[in-house]
């Protein structure tokens, strides 16, 4: 089922109701959040709910067999045995064939193919997020962090909680499966949080990112065809559809968690604010970097083996981001560009920070004093955060690695020889300016709507006209909608 | 919880008050739905030759350059058979005058997805709301404009899409002349192509007895039919999949042995050269739609 659809305007409210008048009796409630998540997971397509029960079932019993055992190679075992299950059942949906077709043109190439076949099979949704969210919780049973828990239907709450089953936030067991654990009570602040956190959510959805879509679409089908200022432009609205798509799924799901009394982990804050590229990979979908750091980063050695051992780790670390986004060249190539630029800013950082660097930098410390320049160095290096990451986005919406470096280098011939080309250029960027304008005067706060107590807005009836604006704003100007795109994840 | 489920219920209250806002107003912008249906309400009787279709026959055919008046183009942009089906089934009887229909057929008409069992269903809403055709078994049973977002958006907000299409009197599109062509015309023909070619033939049954269903309807109400094949530009009709054109003319050999129509075929007619194209399938409403109108009224008049 999608968020943004005619059956989840019935589904939602239906399950609020029923949820909420199950109160008192937690493991009937949890019972029918799990009843109520496998409906939406299999709305579309039924046949991957054994997969996804299977997952949990497994992940369920290694917990326990983990929790319940002192000795230290049988925990390990079954640690083991329970990640090369789970990667492997993610492996042969999203990457066997990919590999098995990479191998096949190298042997070719080399005058020996290869008969091996390619499965096609359908990637079920959501897979990457739950398979990594499982993960979690094994890997920390087998840590010590948390002790496993018994109440199986709790555990299938946690891992099949609907709002975020599909799209993350990818949670960990720790944070949110306590939270399955004990009795909720309906806050209303926490509810009228949820609801505004929907109402932008799909504000970001319908018309930043929908609209984007059709411009970014129409611009990519033709880029021969386009000047290097119509490929800057096809790039910038990516830039902005795919961070409009994924942030507003993300804030519809912790909306719709707020309403059933569940904290979901915020997965974005304001990324296009970042003054560099680590900032910026610590504001962009937050569940899978942290994720990534404590299963990955950290147990290759982290920054604990010297700066080399370090360099290399990030890179390997942002390799395997790229190849959780799918079995394509283009995410690699993705994950390893910002892997690039990473490395690039913290050499720079150390660099910058060294003893021979050090005292010039110091001598013009009258720089900071000046308030101007200050925000003038800030806008600059946000900016230029931004140009970075936007070629990036190019990398990743290209058909294949040949499109895009095709692709980057007509954009950076700068060449202009007509207008836009999309011919609603104008109405999408305004759009986006009113978007980025509510997220700049929001970015120190918890999110968009968080509305300061003080001025206009803390008359109920401005608040209401700006969110009853907001609504119609979405159904009037929205794009023709389409899928979200991390759902192919 | 009271008191937000009492803010949720006010709010989708003033939020149903906005949209029925909308629906009235959009409902009395015209739109080329609302214009055919009410010329085929009121002058249906004075139509004798009724033009019917894709956007090839919409963008293609001026029934005002066919001699004798009492023409009529009653096709619609994405039009798929199944709809033509539907459409001359409610409306012929609003046509008691009616002697021929020409009846579009296209390379991909045999193979298209129904509208029904495409993401474009909503399409139906207009169809059910200004044409009295509904199908769909989804919303379009309510008939609101404002469930089919791409219409309703032409008409509330004009800048948001592509300006509403607009066609004359007799319902020729009116909007995509020479002189709006774009430099780069031919440059669409992959994507057109794409768009034309349908790899998987599982709707090629159900098409076909709708298509049989047109010509069903026509004999049983007394009207001749002729079937047209539009024509096309070279850079189409040399790049398509010859196989899919030959299991359509296949198709078109044995509805014309079972109903005895004529087939007029002008699909590689080489009288159409690049100025009577809009882009690489549809003629330009100006030019070509004019050139085109005037050969099939000459050569279905001389058969006489």
């Given at each position: 089922m999608q968020f943004i659809s005619v059956e989840f305007l019935l589904f939602l409210p239906s399950v609020f109701c029923a949820y909420w008048l199950l109160r008192r009796w937690v493991w009937w409630q949890n019972l029918f959040v799990v009843m109520a998540s496998y409906m939406f997971y299999g709305?579309?397509?039924?046949?991957?709910l054994g997969l996804i029960a299977g997952y949990t079932l497994w992940s369920f019993f290694s917990g326990i067999l983990i929790g319940s055992s002192g000795n230290e190679r049988f925990r390990k075992g079954v640690l083991w045995a329970t990640v090369a299950v789970n990667l492997g059942v993610l492996g042969l949906y999203k990457y066997f064939d990919f590999f098995v077709d990479n191998f096949n043109r190298v042997f070719t190439a080399f005058g020996m193919p290869l008969d091996w076949v390619t499965l096609n099979l359908v990637l079920p949704v959501g897979i990457s997020f739950y398979t990594f969210q499982a993960l979690s919780y094994t890997v920390d049973v087998y840590r010590n962090k948390i002790a496993p828990t018994k109440d199986a239907i709790s555990f299938f709450a946690f891992l099949?909680?609907?709002?975020?089953?599909?799209?993350?936030?990818?949670?960990?067991a720790d944070t949110l499966l306590p939270q399955f654990q004990r009795m909720r009570r309906f806050d209303y602040v926490k509810g009228v949080e949820g609801m505004k956190r929907v109402l932008w959510g799909i504000f970001k959805k319908m018309v930043i990112a929908d609209n984007c879509a059709l411009a970014v679409d129409y611009i990519f089908a033709r880029q021969t065809e386009m000047d290097g200022f119509n490929l800057l432009t096809g790039a910038f609205f990516f830039t902005f559809q795919i961070y409009g798509d994924f942030s507003g799924y993300s804030d519809i799901a912790i909306g719709c968690g707020k309403l059933l009394g569940i904290d979901l982990m915020e997965n974005?804050?304001?990324?296009?604010?970042?003054?560099n590229i680590k900032e910026f990979w610590q504001r962009w979908h937050i569940s899978l970097n942290l994720w990534l750091r404590d299963y990955v980063y950290i147990p290759l050695g982290g920054n604990r083996k010297g700066v080399k051992r370090m360099l290399f780790n990030i890179l390997v670390v942002f390799a395997i981001s790229g190849l959780w986004h799918g079995a394509r060249w283009t995410y690699i190539g993705w994950g390893l560009y910002n892997g690039l630029l990473i490395v690039g800013f913290l050499l720079a950082v150390m660099l910058l920070n060294s003893n021979r660097m050090a005292k010039p930098i110091q001598k013009m410390w009258w720089w900071g004093k000046c308030v101007a320049i200050r925000k003038v160095g800030v806008a600059l290096s946000v900016i230029s955060t931004f140009l970075a990451v936007m070629v990036g986005w190019v990398v990743f919406r290209s058909g294949g690695v040949q499109n895009a470096v095709m692709y980057l280098k007509d954009m950076f011939d700068?060449?202009?020889?007509?207008?836009?080309?999309?011919?609603q250029t104008w109405p999408v960027l305004c759009y986006i300016l009113f978007f980025m304008a509510v997220e700049f005067a929001a970015?120190?706060?918890?999110?968009?709507?968080?509305?300061?107590?003080?001025?206009?807005?803390?008359m109920k009836i401005v608040r209401w006209v700006v969110f009853w604006g907001l609504a119609m704003a979405t159904f009037l100007l929205g794009g023709e909608p389409c899928s979200f795109i991390y759902f192919q994840f | 919880m009271a008191r937000f489920i009492r803010n949720i219920v006010i709010f989708s209250f003033l939020m149903l008050v906005g949209l029925g806002a909308c629906e009235y107003y959009a409902r009395r912008q015209p739109d080329v739905y609302s214009g055919k249906a009410d010329y085929v309400a009121v002058?249906?009787?004075?139509?004798e030759t009724l033009f019917i279709g894709s956007s090839l026959t919409y963008w293609g055919?001026?029934?005002?350059?066919?001699?004798g008046g009492k023409a009529y183009n009653l096709a619609f942009n994405g039009q798929t058979i199944d709809m033509v089906y539907y459409l001359l089934k409610r409306r012929?009887?609003?046509?008691?005058?009616?002697?021929?229909v020409i009846l579009e057929v296209a390379y991909f008409t045999f193979f298209d997805s129904f509208f029904e069992d495409?993401?474009?269903?909503?399409?139906w809403i207009p169809y059910e709301v200004h044409l009295d055709v509904g199908r769909h078994p989804k919303l379009s049973r309510y008939g609101f404009?404002?469930?089919?977002?791409s219409i309703f958006r032409q008409k509330?907000?004009?800048?948001?899409?592509?300006p509403l299409e607009n066609c004359d009197s007799l319902g020729h599109?009116?909007?995509?002349n020479l002189s709006v062509?774009?430099?780069?015309?031919?440059?669409s023909k992959d994507l057109i192509i794409q768009s034309h070619?349908?790899?998987?033939?599982?709707?090629v049954p159900g098409n076909y007895n709708y298509f049989a269903g047109v010509l069903e309807l026509c004999r049983r109400a007394g009207v001749e039919v002729i079937v047209c094949m539009f024509p096309a530009h070279e850079s189409y009709y040399t790049r398509i999949d010859p196989g899919q054109l030959a299991k359509m003319y296949e198709l078109i050999g044995t509805l014309k042995s079972r109903y005895g129509f004529r087939f007029l075929d002008y699909?590689?007619?080489?009288?159409?050269?690049?100025?009577?194209?809009?882009?690489?399938v549809h003629l330009n409403n100006d030019v070509g739609a004019h050139k085109f109108t005037r050969i099939l009224h000459d050569d279905i008049m001389k058969s006489f």
């Open positions: 709305w579309a397509d039924w046949r991957y099949g909680f609907f709002p975020q089953l599909v799209a993350g936030p990818i949670e960990r974005f804050r304001f990324p296009y604010f970042s003054r700068f060449s202009v020889t007509s207008g836009f080309a999309y011919s970015r120190n706060r918890r999110y968009a709507l968080d509305f300061p107590s003080a001025g206009l807005m803390r | 002058n249906g009787g004075d139509i055919v001026a029934p005002n350059v066919w001699d012929m009887k609003d046509m008691p005058n009616l002697e021929r495409t993401e474009h269903w909503a399409k404009e404002i469930s089919c977002p509330v907000v004009p800048w948001a899409e592509q599109a009116d909007y995509r062509r774009s430099t780069e015309w031919k440059s070619t349908i790899s998987d033939w599982e709707n699909f590689k007619d080489a009288r159409f050269n690049d100025g009577d194209f809009f882009d690489v």
